[in-house]
């Protein structure tokens, strides 16, 4: 019997880097595949400057793969999404304008700092198109693809990946990588027990509630630009095959 396949949606490769292997090794009845997209669909504006739909977006991403790698929908068990919180849902005024700055943009525990208030406007933005967006997929529990209904569930790591593996929420893009080999070669535990340790919500609730709780929790104050991850609930999901 053929393997149905787990896609996995990620923004940048350290996710497939701290990811594939234990779950190749430990989930061995699904077909792990990582779809890396280089860039967040929850905040990327379409050719004509607008904001897309987020359903529609996702769905072509999923057909995308689909058509690339020949799967049919019914080959899929589930897609799993994760994202970075970004401090996406922190309060506008918490966009704070700092010229002594060195980046154009730099987070901190309770605010994200900008050179300027073009950049503050752009951010607030940014935001707000990610908040809007991550609601949207939050509720959204399956896609239906060529008219199969495939379950669907979006995780994410806070501030970013980065800071959840080894506390820096300001990483030099060009060393994520070099640093995620690194951190995975050091690291002397499973790496879903290291995320465990960040995870925001009791291990006694339910898996849909620690879903549920978990956004709750990111979307509450600062807490998007805290470190913190619901990627442990992935491997649970995995599990006991929550649909």
Partial sequence: MTKKVLLIIVEGQTEQIILEDYL???FANSTIRFDVQREDI?????????IPNIKNSVVRVIQSYLEKYKFLANDL??????TDADGCFIAPECVKVDERIEQNLFYTEDAILVKS???KEQIEQRNDMKAKNARILIANDHFSINRMKVPYQLFYFSTNLEHVLWNERNEIPTEKIQKADEFMDNLTCTIEEYLSTYLPVSSELSYREKIKKSWSFLMEGCHSLHRGTNVPLLFEMIKTDVK
């Fill in 24 to 26: 190749d090794a430990h």
């Fill in 42 to 50: 929850l905040t990327k504006w379409d050719a004509h400057k607008r």
């Fill in 77 to 82: 068990t589930a897609v799993v999404h994760i």
């Fill in 117 to 119: 208030d073009k950049r």
